[in-house]
Every structure is written in structure tokens, then in C-alpha cells.
């Protein structure tokens, strides 16, 4: 077994000195996540400290566990709790089926010209600032007379305060995701797509199956491994309240906090009025534990049903 081993790590070598340019361009991504995502694990250490700047990480006060209780303790932490979870699982599932109907719809479209056109106005949502989103959001739905409004009163319905109704707003939250996400999801259903073996259509058309059908009967079942991959991808980061996207539309508006506040949002609020980083960094650590824990359960159930839609 050892000759075996030192014959493979040869082997890479060799293989990495006859294609230098090819493994080179590797180097960036991995130092990207070497600087962003593996050496600022030694940050984790701050959630378990009094963090003070003049002491540093090894030099600041052990506390234990002592930063988890002001969250844990919170007298609102099961409804921000209950918030990120259903803000995340609303997003997950709506962005998910509206980004499979697209690129269904997409593939079914035979004119290139006008494929190229729709996939570009569906995909530039995704590229806008939750800043600019938000201020679009505030200019439909927010002040006096809201223009939204206005189109309610002419199909005959009762005008709403929407900057008021806390309870229509995470559906109102749901919608603007979708419409910011699914274009780019999209393009990663129809690239999965496009890599579906033209001979089972050939076949299907053969056997007089219509476009309906062969949707249902190949398209469909083939692209239930990619959705399952993205989703538990998704599921990672359930935990994980969009602060972006939630602070940039809701704000400090604690009239709709009941459905909207979420962790992140709870956090950003308690620094400014602590400054407290170990605190800060306990909840971004219970954060990530429970993002692992959700993955392996949901990749587990995923891989009872079928191996091949598991990530591990």
C-alpha cells in the first residue's frame, strides 16, 4: 500500500508539471476560500470570549458559553427563530418551482432570438442591488397613497396599508425573492437540461408521446437530482436570514417585525446597541452548526430515496 500511494501522489505531480497552466487556474478559487472561508475559522474562538480590540482573540477573557444566552434568552427568540425558518422554506420552495417552470418553458422555446432576449430580462433581477429593489418596493408600496393601491381601488377592493400589515409580508417577501432569483436558477435547470440525451426524445417522439408527456415522463424525473443538489445546497444556509435583502425593504420598520425579523436582522440591531462581537459571533456559530445538521438529515433522507440526488 505505501509503494501505491507514493505512485499516486507521483502521478499528480507528473500530471501537474505537463498541464501547469491548467491546474493554475485553480489557484484563485482556491485561495479564495483558504482567505474567506478556512482562515477566519479562527475567528469561531470570539464566541466563547469577552472580545476586547487592545486584547485580541488569545489575550481577551474566556466566558464559556456566556455570549449564547442573550440570544437563547431573548423573549424573542422563537418568533425570530420561527421567522427565519419560514422566510427561508417559502423562498426555497417558490424560488425552486418557479425557476423549474422557467427553464421548462425556455427549453420548449424554439426561436433563438427571442430565447436569448427573455433569458436576459428574466435573468437581470438577479444582478440589481437590494438597495435599489428596496427603494422600489418603498416607491410601489410605501407613503400615503401607495400606486399599488390605486390598482386595487380600480379592480374594486379596499385599499392597504401595506408598511402596517405585518401578516402580508412574508408572502410580499416570497414574491420579490422569486422574481430577483429564479431567473438565475433557472439557467442552471436548463443547463442540467441540455445535457439530457437527445435520443430519449427521439425515442419518445418515435413512440407518438406528446410534449406534455415527454416533459412529465423524461424531462422532469432526469432534473430531480440537480434540484435536489441545489436545494440541499439551500438548506445549508436555512439558518441564515437574507439581512440583505430583508433590512434593505423592511428597515427599522418594527411594526412588521413580527413576521420578518430574522437572525440576522436581530443581531445587526443588538450590535449597534451593544457592541457586542462575542455575541455576534455565537449566533453566527450556532448559525452554521445548525445548517450542518440540517444538510446531513436532509442528505440522508435524500439519499434513502435515491443515491444518485444525495451530495454525500
Do not use: C
Not at 445549508?236 to 436582522?265: C, K
Request: net charge positive; aromatic share 16%; charged share 15%.
Amino acid at each position: 500500500m505505501p509503494n501505491v500511494r507514493k505512485r499516486g501522489a507521483g502521478y499528480k505531480l507528473q500530471q501537474i508539471a505537463r498541464n501547469p497552466f491548467l491546474y493554475g487556474m485553480a489557484v484563485p478559487g482556491l485561495l479564495f476560500f483558504l482567505i474567506f472561508s478556512y482562515f477566519p475559522i479562527y475567528g469561531i474562538l470570539i464566541a466563547f470570549k469577552n472580545y476586547d480590540f487592545s486584547k485580541g482573540i488569545t489575550g481577551s477573557e474566556w466566558v464559556g458559553f456566556r455570549n449564547f444566552n442573550y440570544f437563547f434568552t431573548s423573549d424573542d427568540f422563537w418568533v425570530i427563530l420561527r421567522n427565519t425558518l419560514l422566510l427561508n422554506v417559502l423562498f426555497i420552495v417558490f424560488t425552486t418551482l418557479a425557476a423549474v417552470l422557467i427553464a421548462l418553458m425556455f427549453n420548449e422555446i424554439r426561436n433563438k432570438y427571442f430565447k436569448r432576449i427573455s433569458q436576459s430580462l428574466i435573468f437581470l433581477p438577479y444582478f440589481m442591488s437590494w438597495i435599489v429593489i428596496g427603494m422600489l418596493v418603498q416607491s410601489f408600496l410605501g407613503g400615503e397613497s401607495p400606486p399599488v393601491n390605486a390598482w386595487i381601488q380600480n379592480l374594486g377592493f379596499e385599499p392597504v396599508n401595506w408598511m402596517f400589515e405585518s401578516a402580508l409580508w412574508p408572502w410580499i417577501l416570497t414574491i420579490i425573492r422569486v422574481w430577483q432569483g429564479a431567473g438565475y436558477l433557472s439557467i442552471i435547470f436548463l443547463a442540467a437540461i441540455t445535457g439530457i440525451s437527445e435520443d430519449l426524445y427521439e425515442a419518445a417522439r418515435i413512440d407518438g408521446a406528446s410534449k406534455m408527456q415527454i416533459m412529465l415522463r423524461i424531462t422532469l424525473p432526469l432534473l430531480v437530482p440537480t434540484i435536489s443538489i441545489m436545494t440541499l445546497l439551500s438548506v445549508g444556509r436555512i439558518f441564515n436570514g437574507d439581512f440583505a435583502m430583508i433590512y434593505a425593504i423592511i428597515g427599522d420598520n418594527s411594526l412588521l417585525y413580527p413576521t420578518t425579523d430574522v437572525i440576522d436582522t436581530f443581531v445587526f440591531r443588538s450590535m449597534r446597541q451593544l457592541h457586542d462581537f462575542g455575541m455576534s459571533s455565537a449566533v453566527g456559530l450556532f448559525q452554521s452548526v445548525m445548517g450542518l445538521i440540517f444538510v446531513i438529515i436532509a442528505n440522508a433522507v435524500t439519499r434513502k430515496m435515491s443515491k444518485e440526488s444525495a451530495l454525500f
